[in-house]
Structure formats: structure tokens, C-alpha cells
């Protein structure tokens, strides 16, 4: 695809992140602790991008391409299993942690943010270790 | 859960969750393919011939975004309290299973919500409430 596509949609989903509050892992963790002081504000944000983005998929459903009349990679993966509530589960503990995820963690590397190479190293190493993992499973 | 409304922000939760929903949608309507930040990236570690400069684009968009943002306001606080074993901890975390529950936040909330995924209404939820016991032990137990 054009790299320009790529990059423009890095840049806008970061803008929104940054305008939001969401490169902030307080603003996150404000969320995420409903029993103390709770900020509502990641719930409209959720809200927000699912309003907008559905109309794009339900778009990119009726047309049957890309607006460039390339194919549509719709995900295949159907049903809920024991890896994705698993993996789910891993994945949200870690997120309540340190109230970072991929986006926000990019985001905040290219502020400069102290630690936030700290965090993103860890992620990618996590990411590595079981791609190699499972890769060294399938060499059979 | 009691709301705090020194620092519920709508206005911007909502107009920042809309720049976020047209770059996932645009980047789906444009380039066929689904905006899971976590997915990006893991991609990034299985290289395949002509599948590695969009990745590295999008990665560099985000990146970017701050500089952007800076050209026209300053850019909002940050406070990352975690430790460096909490750090080191959380991330190890993330990226392991946002690889085996094949999303985050954005392929899962974002994407998968606005497509409505049953699969990722279902991780969607299953994070979200183990974010939530998370920060619950963390703040309010011991």
C-alpha cells in the first residue's frame, strides 16, 4: 500500500490519542479504577471512534473494496476461545498495571517520555519471545 | 462509581475518539486492513517481503504524532507512575497477550466493536474488566 496511507493513519490515530487524554496513563487508569474517582472519558472515547469507524466498515462492506479497489482483509479468526479470553486476560492486567497499551506506548515514545522506552522494550519482548515460541512449535 | 468531574473531559474524549475512529476507518476503507496497533507491530516480527514498510510507516505515524500536535499546542501533561519493574512487568504482559488474544484496545475496542465482532465484543470486555480488577488490587486492596 502507499507508505503515505500508513503514515497519515499513524499520525491521525495518535492525534486522536494525544487529543483525548489517552497518551496519558492516568487519564486510562482514571478509568479503569471504578471504585475510586472515576473518569468516565475513555468510554467516549471508545464511543467516538466506534461511531465513526462504523460507518467506514459498513462502507467497506457494501463497496467489497478498498475506495482504491484493492481487497479488504477482513479478519477470518471466528468464536471465542481459550486464547483469546486467556490472552485477554494477560493483555488487561498488563494494561491496568501501568495503564499502557501499543498506541498510547508509541505515542508517548515520540514525546520523548522517560521510561516509555521501558515499557515499550518490555512489550516487544513479550511479543518476541512467544512469536518465537510458537514459530519453533510449527518448525515440525 | 462515583464520577469525578474535575477531570471527566467529553468535549475532547469525543472529538480525540473521532480523529481515532476515521484513522482506523479511513486506513480500512483505504488500505483494506485493520488498525490493531498490537497487530502492526507483531507483524514487524514474522518480516515478509513487501509487508514490512507499510508497518514501519504506520509505527512512524504514531510516533509523529506528538511532533504534529506540538506545531499547533503544547502537548498535554503525562504521568507515568508506574516503576521500572512494574514497567518491565506490564509491558511483558501486554506484549504476550495481545499475541495469544490477537488484539488491543484498537483491534479489538476500535475495530472489531465497529464492525460488530462478537469475538472482539467478547476480549473487549474480558480486558477491560481485568484492567479493572487490575487497578482495583493495585489502589484499593492491602
Known amino acids: ?8 493513519a499513524g499520525l491521525v490515530f495518535g492525534l486522536g490519542l494525544l487529543i483525548s487524554g489517552m497518551a496519558d496513563p492516568a487519564k486510562v487508569l482514571g478509568f479503569l479504577d471504578i ?23 459498513a462502507l467497506a462492506r457494501r463497496r467489497g473494496t478498498t475506495l482504491r479497489g484493492t481487497p479488504l482483509q477482513w479478519p477470518t ?20 498495571l501501568a495503564g499502557l497499551c501499543p498506541g498510547p506506548a508509541l505515542v508517548l515514545l515520540g514525546m520523548g517520555a522517560p521510561d516509555a522506552w521501558l515499557f515499550a522494550a518490555a512489550m516487544l519482548a513479550g511479543m518476541a519471545v512467544f512469536e518465537g515460541i510458537e514459530q519453533w512449535r510449527r518448525r515440525d | 462509581m462515583a464520577i469525578d468531574w474535575n477531570v471527566f473531559t467529553p468535549g475532547t474524549a469525543l472529538a480525540g475518539g473521532a480523529l481515532i475512529g476515521l484513522a482506523a476507518g479511513g486506513f480500512f476503507l483505504l488500505a483494506g486492513r ?10 514487524l516480527l514474522r518480516p515478509r517481503r513487501g509487508d514490512t514498510a507499510w508497518r514501519l510507516a504506520f509505527v512512524a505515524g504514531l510516533m509523529a504524532a506528538p511532533l504534529a500536535y506540538a ?3 503544547p502537548l498535554p501533561a503525562v504521568h507515568i507512575d508506574a ?39 467478547a476480549a473487549t470486555v474480558v480486558f477491560m474488566a481485568a484492567g479493572m480488577a487490575t487497578v482495583f488490587v493495585l489502589r484499593h486492596l492491602g
Open chain 2, 34 to 43: 485493520i488498525a490493531g496497533i498490537s497487530g502492526v507491530m507483531g507483524g
Open chain 2, 83 to 121: 516503576s521500572a519493574g512494574l514497567l518491565i512487568a506490564a509491558g511483558l504482559l501486554v506484549g504476550v497477550g495481545t499475541h495469544y488474544g490477537a488484539g488491543c484496545t484498537s483491534g479489538h475496542g476500535v475495530c472489531g466493536l465497529s464492525r460488530f465482532s462478537g469475538r472482539s465484543l
Open chain 2, 71 to 73: 506545531l499547533a499546542a
Open chain 1, 35 to 57: 471504585a475510586g474517582p472515576w473518569d468516565p472519558s475513555l468510554a467516549l472515547v471508545m464511543g467516538g471512534a466506534v461511531g465513526v469507524a462504523m460507518v467506514a466498515f
Open chain 1, 1 to 8: 500500500m502507499p507508505l503515505v496511507i500508513a503514515f497519515g
Open chain 1, 77 to 96: 479468526a471466528r468464536g471465542v476461545d481459550a486464547r483469546l479470553v486467556g490472552g485477554g486476560v494477560l493483555f488487561g492486567i498488563g494494561w491496568g
